[in-house]
């Protein structure tokens, strides 16, 4: 067995594990949950899941605050600059939650704040998306939640929710739309940079990681 296959059974059983927590714990559905553990170790699974109800036989709440407008289709003009993409990444989601349909790269680079956040020197100035997250916040209320994630761990978190990423060996910025087939959905502000588009596989990920991974809290 190889050392890829061996990670893989590393990070199946991890899931598997965690989805005992997530059912003594109640937490069936959503992100993160049995249901959202499900999908990861089996994308192509069809679930129809029925938790107990405490309160009430009533149906989920409709979607709240950012979700209840997200447009995943949101178009991803490409960069102008080869140091933008991260200030493009942030303005995919400023648009596609609407906070401020107006965004744009230059515009966020303003935002994340010139010379000393963002530069041409460097492009981001902190890779772990701090300064994006920041943003976010301060600027338009919406929380989010930052980790280096693995493939099915940030298969599982964009099922959920949308965000942001860089690969260390990408050195490059996308935004996340969700997730197609067994792949992650991207807006890509360079498509065909080292070979990658509109989606990213396990493998592409594999060999452009580690990944920074920044998704928006639901709610």
């Given at each position: 067995m190889t050392a890829a296959e061996l990670d893989q059974l590393d990070a199946q059983q991890a899931l598997l594990t965690d989805s005992l927590g997530r059912m003594l714990q109640g937490q069936w559905l959503g992100f993160p949950s049995l249901e959202a553990n499900l999908?990861?170790?089996?994308?192509?699974?069809?679930?129809?899941?029925?938790?107990?109800?405490?309160?009430?036989?009533?149906?989920?709440?409709?979607?709240?605050?950012?979700?209840?407008?997200?447009?995943?289709?949101?178009?991803?003009?490409?960069?102008?600059?080869?140091?933008?993409?991260?200030?493009?990444?942030?303005?995919?989601?400023e648009r596609a939650t609407q906070v401020n349909p107006g965004a744009n790269e230059w515009s966020a680079v303003d935002e994340i704040g010139s010379p000393q956040n963002i530069n041409s020197t460097y492009g981001l100035m902190d890779g772990s998306g701090a300064q994006l997250q920041r943003v976010l916040r301060d600027s338009y209320g919406l929380p989010s939640s930052q980790a280096w994630l693995n493939f099915d761990s940030a298969y599982a978190t964009y099922g959920q929710t949308a965000g942001m990423m860089s690969g260390g060996s990408w050195y490059h910025w996308v935004a996340v739309r969700g997730i197609t087939g067994s792949q992650l959905w991207i807006a890509n502000s360079a498509p065909g940079y080292k070979g990658v588009y509109d989606t990213l596989s396990r493998d592409q990920f594999n060999s452009l990681g580690p990944f920074s991974c920044v998704w928006l809290n639901n709610g």
């Open positions: 999908l990861a170790l089996d994308p192509g699974l069809t679930l129809s899941p029925r938790p107990p109800l405490v309160e009430s036989e009533a149906g989920p709440a409709p979607p709240q605050g950012w979700q209840a407008v997200y447009d995943p289709n949101t178009s991803m003009p490409p960069q102008a600059a080869s140091w933008t993409c991260s200030a493009c990444s942030l303005a995919w989601i």
